[in-house]
């Protein structure tokens, strides 16, 4: 687990570089295009890159740390055996929706690649290269769900804090 915890951390820290990266690259273009009338041709198109990337490496985190919404209304209210078989069977159905998107991502990664495809655009970059991100975040987020369906099993429930049973 503790392998996990650090590939997870790890993507986080490189989603926000990417994000960051992004504002600075948007933030340049707009300095150039408005300042000195200089527009780039590459500052929009590396920035939807980096935000392309970002979103699917950070997701194993934002699960894992359970920033994302949840509505614990009535499951808060079941016992904790119930609240376990809960977790473990959502951490369960998302790892088996991410297990699915990567199966078909990686087809389409898989046919951009060997066909040589581009994005079209100025830079004109292999188009595999953002289709990347999809079979490789959700291949992420699928061990991450997996991991945290083991851990419902053990200890406390991460967002059990202040039920009393």
Do not use: K
């Amino acid at each position: 687990m503790r392998l996990l915890d650090a590939v997870e951390t790890l993507a986080a820290r490189l989603a926000a570089l990417l994000l960051s990266l992004t504002g600075a690259f948007l933030s340049y273009e707009v300095v150039a295009r408005y300042f000195f009338n200089a527009p780039t041709i590459w500052a929009a198109e590396l920035s939807q890159l980096c935000l392309i990337w970002a979103c699917p490496l950070a997701a194993p985190w934002v699960l894992s740390a359970r920033r994302h919404i949840r509505v614990t209304a009535l499951s808060g209210l079941l016992p904790l055996p119930a609240r376990r078989a809960l977790e473990v069977g959502s951490m369960l159905v998302v790892a088996a929706f991410s297990a699915v998107v990567v199966w078909f991502g990686f087809g389409i990664f898989e046919d951009s690649f060997s066909r040589g495809r581009t994005t079209g655009t100025m830079l004109d970059l292999p188009a595999a290269l953002p289709e990347a991100a999809v079979p490789v975040g959700f291949a992420l987020l699928t061990l991450s769900a997996l991991g945290n369906a083991w851990r419902a099993t053990r200890g406390p429930l991460p967002h059990d804090e202040g039920i009393v049973e």
